[in-house]
């Protein structure tokens, strides 16, 4: 196993900073890595802390009558100067649960009012999101929403469309579109069984 000996902080952001890492490898050879990590210091990095709090949440929710659409934002993203599909997601605020988190993101992403489903832990617990870069987790968080689309709690910095996708238009969206992955795993399982969250049960 690797040795870190020295950590040091590179920017100073609100939401994301860079840290470089060096120490020595498992053979003992110069390890020098760079993390990005939504930890405001060195200290509050999950290598410090060896705790897996969520940074964010992701939420994969069911809307309509029959609960047969998908709530998805299409959404700029900055890394790849183009829009991709994803789930609404955020941040999960300081001493915020992050069920309310995923309340809270729902209505300022979308508008409408998202309604928690309770699931097992092994589902909803904070998972790695791109482990080779950063040591950022999120939790999920499933269930229903209901009520009308609204861009007015949109931030000034966000450029989101809601999609409320049939079937048909998952189907179009996986051939034919940017997704982000943990999104499209999901899409795959809404896209094949009549009931989405069967695998919560």
Do not use: W
């Not at 991709?84 to 300022?108: K, N, W």
């Not at 269930?143 to 609204?150: D, F, K, P």
């Not at 409320?164 to 051939?175: G, H, M, Q, Y």
């Amino acid at each position: 196993m690797a040795e870190i000996e020295k950590i040091t902080k590179q920017t100073d952001n609100p939401y994301v900073n860079l840290y470089y890492v060096e120490g020595k490898n498992r053979v003992g050879k110069p390890l020098n890595y760079y993390v990005a990590s939504r930890a405001k210091s060195i200290g509050q990095m999950k290598l410090k802390t060896k705790k897996n709090r969520p940074d964010g949440v992701i939420i994969y929710s069911l809307y309509g009558e029959n609960r047969d659409r998908v709530i998805l934002v299409r959404q700029y993203r900055v890394s790849i100067d183009d829009y991709i599909y994803e789930f609404p997601a955020g941040l999960v605020e300081d001493g915020e649960d992050y069920r309310e988190a995923a309340v809270r993101e729902m209505h300022e992403e979308t508008g409408l009012t998202f309604q928690p489903l309770d699931a097992e832990e092994c589902f909803e617990k904070p998972y790695f999101t791109t482990i080779g870069m950063t040591d950022e987790s999120c939790a999920s968080v499933y269930g229903y929403a209901t009520g009308q689309v609204s861009r007015k709690f949109l931030e000034e910095s966000e450029e989101i469309e809601v999609v409320l996708a049939d079937r048909k238009e998952v189907e179009r969206i996986l051939r034919e579109e940017h997704v982000a992955i943990m999104c499209a795993y999901q899409l795959m399982h809404f896209l094949k069984n009549p009931d989405p969250f069967y695998f919560l049960k």
